[in-house]
């Protein structure tokens, strides 16, 4: 078997995590005198910035999931293990995993990042992650759990808080994720639920720093605020959430909403696997690596994307934890390792900026690209066209494309299945007096 | 609100089951002077006839399932509730259920059917039932993680297990679900797995009578069982399990086969609610009903489709369990209410039957229209086509046709995502060999 080390004769790469980074790895290692083992938890790759829209319905997770072995099925020197790694043991050169340990000559860390709650234990319990294809169809089985709930209860006020619907964080995950909820108030709630009215339903952006998409410019900012404005979110900034019980939010304001809902974008951290010197381990719990994604004082193990910190002068914070990132640096290691195999040396990684976007519902987004700015109906083709071509698979572009067409043409389509119930975790008080207010007959 | 008995004028429909039947009775009750409540514990309809796709990763869960709500957005008089029935009580009239009770004037009861293992517990324990799309997507992620499981095995002893599949039942169910599984080793095992060969799966599908496809002709049954020969299936006639413990299954004969996985398309019971007269419940937990649908002795409460029993001089066993017979008889229900609101009477209900099929893999298939017999690509084409336009929605429809194309084109596509793990029950002795057995590196 060729995971016997007595019988190869190429050196290993192992590579922890199947994301963007991850899987551009192994592809650039195609045909190469390596072998490539990739480990990852899921027999899938996530096209993660699509994840949105798996939890608001508009397409199935199939769409934006890839199986791994399909991926590589053409590429002779790819081996695939489903195991969580345990542990990283740079001094035995060996990743301990749930399925049995396995030793590297060259490793790859790309394990990605989870959601940060910044310590505050009682927001992790009760709210809503979205960093995974399950935690997506968590969040769209729950929103539509309240509904159904929300219709059982006769008072407006027993029903405020299964129709307030709480997005934290300002990023393009929050804006296109409350976005997109208001889209569904907008065009379809009143069509499933004529129980219920449009007004009645509310969402909220909530954003620690003075603006949404900090990240772009000026004007995105503000054409992206105006456009969630046109669909009804509430969107309050300079306030973060303080404290959530699972039935009422507090923001540093001192306002309090009653909402059941509360979708956590506002942070993420590096998923650190075991074994990594403590010392190398950043803000945001990330792996700082050297300017050629090596892990300091480990020149055999790379770090990329989400988990790493490449800081320097330009970047003291790093770079940003976006795909275009992982990538790029995915590309670079795969060819710094096969410089080193040659005894060749390598320049330092780069990385090019080739612009950002968000899109805020239907015909509404906004693009920077240098100085270069859009928005409204260009933006948002742009904006599609852009994701139809990375989404991985002809399959998934073809189906994501008749999902899009069919949304665009009636403003109802949606796969709005609550098919795995979500089960928050039991809030300690009032559950007694919730029950006995659903009273319809 | 609507379902407040004081405010409304027109008399109440309760529907309980959302298959074929159930979405019969309601559709075919729009625009009509009544009021009709939908009761189910899904907020999707189900497309049943294709679940072995999802089983095997052909179609997304999305594709077979239709969200109620949207549906009915354009009936007026159709509400709906997710909830679990927990009683009829028709003394008073009322449907208990999870979310409240219920007052109804007519009653359907459309609840369809469930697994029957004939009593053997420890069957029932270890087997796979595929009755909804939760437990095709358990099956979808047990076959891949037990390929998983064998790709750790070095030795082919310890892998046989993982790698034998056996589906009970000859029905259109076994017989389709042990073809595509089939046409999943020959096409892609070896291209996803490159650690296995593809004559080390074996699948088995096992039939207690003497032929497969038992409901349709002789000569159907003949090619459908030289189809499943053509693809590697091994079809075990004559024969029923009389054991299994989730590591080896034992036939009647003595045989027995070590595998993980056993699916069970053996038999199906009613899914039976509480309060019904234990005197009516016929053979195969169904209950018993008169010539127009109602249920004996209850003029107000209907039964229709794998929940209730003709039994009639020509069918003493009563109706076959199929789509068309609910559908036909959810419409003649309909008719039957309204009929009763105008004080007119109706003719029995009177089955008509349209014909059978069955597809065993790529171009192959059987149809039986009548004494009208087909088979090959023009009874496969036949089959697609029948399928496609009976899909609920047309996202369903478009985007099942684009994976079907694909899947035609390239012989490999396949949505093979383990998104929620499957676990099954732990099987009492001999687990920690097997984990020891687990030796790759």
Redesign the interface.
């Known amino acids: 078997?060729?995971?016997?080390?007595s019988e190869r004769n190429f050196p290993r790469v192992i590579i922890i995590g199947a994301g963007f980074g991850g899987v551009e790895v192994a592809r650039q290692l195609k045909n190469k005198e390596v072998e490539v083992l990739l480990i990852d938890r899921?027999?899938?790759h996530t096209f993660q910035p699509l994840m949105y829209q798996v939890a608001t319905g508009t397409l199935?997770?199939?769409?934006i999931?890839f199986?791994l072995?399909?991926m590589f099925?053409?590429q002779?020197n790819f081996?695939f293990?489903?195991a969580e790694v345990l542990k990283i043991d740079s001094e035995n050169r060996m990743v301990r995993t749930s399925?049995?340990?396995?030793?590297y000559d060259y490793l790859v860390i790309a394990t990605g990042a989870t959601s940060n709650f910044f310590g505050n234990k009682q927001v992790e319990r009760h709210a809503l992650p979205m960093k995974s294809?399950?935690e997506a169809?968590n969040i769209r089985s729950y929103l539509?759990?309240n509904l159904?709930e929300a219709?059982?209860r006769?008072n407006a006020s027993d029903r405020e808080s299964y129709l307030n619907f709480v997005v934290v964080g300002g990023g393009p995950t929050g804006v296109e994720l409350s976005g997109a909820i208001a889209e569904y108030q907008q065009h379809m709630l009143k069509?499933?639920?004529?129980?219920l009215s449009t007004y009645e339903m509310k969402v909220f952006l909530v954003e620690g720093t003075d603006k949404i998409l900090g990240a772009l410019s000026e004007k995105s900012s503000r054409d992206a605020e105006n456009y969630l404005k046109e669909l009804g979110v509430k969107t309050i900034l300079g306030t973060v959430v303080t404290d959530y019980d699972g039935n009422t939010v507090t923001l540093s304001s001192g306002e309090k909403i009653a909402t059941k809902t509360v979708i956590w974008g506002a942070g993420v951290m590096g998923q650190m696997p075991e074994g990594i010197n403590p010392e190398l381990i950043q803000r945001g719990n990330r792996i700082k690596i050297t300017p050629q994604c090596q892990v300091e004082g480990e020149e055999n193990i790379y770090a990329i994307g989400d988990v790493s910190a490449m800081i320097t002068e330009e970047n003291p914070r790093g770079l940003p934890g976006v795909a275009p990132v992982a990538q790029q640096q995915g590309s670079y290691v795969a060819k710094h390792i096969l410089n080193r195999m040659n005894n060749s040396s390598s320049e330092d990684f780069k990385y090019f900026d080739k612009g950002s976007m968000a899109t805020i519902g239907r015909s509404r987004a906004v693009v920077d690209i240098g100085n270069f700015h859009m928005k409204g109906f260009l933006a948002w083709t742009t904006w599609m066209f852009v994701h139809l071509v990375s989404i991985f698979g002809?399959?998934n572009r073809?189906?994501t494309f008749?999902?899009w067409s069919?949304k665009f043409l009636t403003k109802?389509?949606?796969?709005?299945?609550?098919?795995?119930r979500y089960e928050r975790p039991a809030s300690e008080p009032s559950t007694a007096d919730e029950q006995s207010s659903?009273?319809?007959?």
Do not use: C, T, W
């Not at 078997?1 to 080390?5: E, G, H, T, Y």
């Not at 399925?99 to 030793?103: A, E, L, R, T």
């Open positions: 078997m060729l995971l016997n080390r899921n027999n899938y199935a997770s199939d769409s999931s199986p072995r399909k099925k053409n002779n081996r293990r489903l399925v049995g340990d396995y030793d294809v399950v169809l539509l759990q159904e219709v059982l006769k069509k499933d639920y004529p129980e002809f399959r073809v189906v008749v999902n069919i109802n389509s949606g796969i709005r299945l609550i098919i795995h659903a009273q319809d007959n």
